[in-house]
């Protein structure tokens, strides 16, 4: 926890076209009126009006680049994917250069990776964009599974809500635990989930290029087989190793974590739309037995099969 001092400077930096949400959270959590522990100011390259990616909503940011240069933490919210303006790139390094604190929501680290801050560094995403991280910088160890990071000065998040998990997390940093939950109830939430617990990705569902585009296919009409990685190979007519690269150029993952993953997806398709057991699904996903398929649903989604069932069913 820091030391409780003078009122946190919070630079929100909307980098055009910026996620209205996730620039929206943020100024949220630090910046409304009364709540008195920080100060937020909304920015981008320059002060005046700044785009995003919702048709027919734009916002108005106070300041430029200058709200960065004074900030104690930055953070840089969701942007539509590409290169970030160099302007904003050095802004973040000096910023981070001096000691300030630099967070990212959802594809808000692409910036912070063309800046080279996330290099030699653990970092998440959304999952869509997660694999595209990875190619793109692969000096970054991107984790695609959490809500969201913390590696001291540099702190990533997925997606949309998980910012919101992360900037209680923030809050609980500097001002406690019992801060955190302060803050969350006067926004009529429940308290941050942790930093560990899965999103809920939409696992092996992942476009494959035209390399894998007829593998791929064939395993997901075929999951209720007890396929191998050897099997994917010889449908593929590649050894092994051929087709490992090949997933781990055009999918970001091997052959086995994208197995692993089309059956979870397929098993969170039947827990959403039936009422068959654990067991049948199992069988049908070919994730063999009940005790395997809660064991994977664990490890992936920090959760249970009827857990996930309680909360996605549609009725």
């Given at each position: 926890m820091r030391e409780e001092s003078a009122i946190h400077r919070v630079a929100v930096l909307a980098l055009p076209p910026v996620v209205a949400f996730d620039a929206a959270i943020a100024t949220q959590v630090f910046g409304h009126e009364g709540y008195g522990r920080y100060e937020a100011v909304l920015c981008s390259l320059q002060a005046g009006p700044v785009p995003t990616t919702t048709p027919g909503f734009g916002i108005t940011v106070a300041a430029g680049l200058e709200a960065v240069a004074?900030?104690?933490?930055v953070i840089v919210p969701g942007f539509r994917r590409g290169p970030a303006p160099a302007a904003a790139l050095d802004a973040l390094r000096a910023a981070h250069q001096r000691g300030a604190r630099i967070v990212s929501i959802c594809s808000g680290a692409f910036a912070l990776a063309q800046a080279g801050l996330l290099d030699g560094r653990r970092a998440t995403t959304h999952w869509a964009h997660a694999g595209d991280l990875a190619r793109e910088h692969p000096a970054v160890y991107v984790d695609p599974a959490v809500l969201y990071v913390d590696e001291g000065t540099v702190l990533t998040s997925a997606g949309l809500a998980a910012g919101l998990d992360l900037c209680l997390y923030l809050i609980g940093l500097d001002h406690g635990?019992?801060?955190?939950?302060?803050?969350?109830?006067?926004?009529?939430?429940?308290l941050h989930r942790t930093g560990g617990q899965a999103q809920y990705s939409l696992a092996g569902a992942t476009a494959a290029g035209e390399r894998l585009t007829s593998v791929t296919q064939w395993a997901l009409a075929n999951l209720h087989q007890s396929i191998t990685v050897a099997d994917l190979a010889r449908q593929a007519m590649q050894s092994t190793r051929t087709l490992s690269r090949a997933f781990a150029t055009e999918l970001g993952t091997s052959p086995r974590a994208w197995l692993i993953a089309a059956r979870l997806r397929k098993a969170c398709t039947l827990l959403e739309t039936g009422d068959l057991t654990v067991e049948e699904i199992a069988r049908r996903t070919g994730?063999?037995?009940?005790?395997?398929?809660?064991?994977?649903?664990?490890?992936?989604?920090?959760?249970?099969?009827?857990?996930?069932r309680s909360a996605f069913q549609r009725r």
């Open positions: 004074a900030a104690d933490t635990q019992s801060a955190a939950i302060q803050r969350a109830r006067q926004m009529v939430t429940a994730l063999g037995s009940a005790a395997n398929l809660r064991l994977q649903f664990r490890r992936t989604y920090a959760t249970t099969p009827l857990a996930y």
